[in-house]
Nanobody, 115 residues
Framework: AELVESGGGEVLAGGSLRLSCAAS????????MGWYRQAPGKQRELVAT???????NYADFVKGRFTISRDNAKNTVYLQMNNLSPEDTGTYYC??????????WGKGTLVTVSS
């Protein structure tokens, strides 16, 4: 399986971005998928997950601002990020988990939010 993230970039505080994670070699719709982020000098942390049949879960620090969704026809998961703050800066990674012991990760996409 391969995951490819896209959509990162630099925005001003209060702005929005939509990240995409395209999966190949595996069907994303039947698997749990998630977005994680890692800020410079910090550990990777969970941002949001989506599990069949579209059960979503969010970290407290993004609730009400970020939305995770998927397009099964495109085998793609999205992360809509609104009202971004400089604290949201980091590399965002996509993860697909076909079972409890296997995880596939993308290479990440960089999000930079300036004040």
């Amino acid at each position: 399986a391969e995951l490819v993230e896209s959509g990162g970039g630099e925005v001003l505080a209060g702005g929005s971005l939509r990240l995409s994670c395209a999966a190949s070699g595996i069907t994303s719709s039947t698997n749990s998928m998630g977005w994680y982020r890692q800020a410079p000098g910090k550990q990777r942390e969970l941002v949001a997950t989506i599990a069949p049949p579209d059960i979503t879960n969010y970290a407290d620090f993004v609730k009400g601002r970020f939305t995770i969704s998927r397009d099964n026809a495109k085998n793609t998961v999205y992360l809509q990020m609104n009202n971004l703050s400089p604290e949201d800066t980091g590399t965002y990674y996509c993860r697909l988990s076909p079972n409890s012991v296997t995880n596939y990760w993308g290479k990440g996409t960089l999000v930079t939010v300036s004040s």
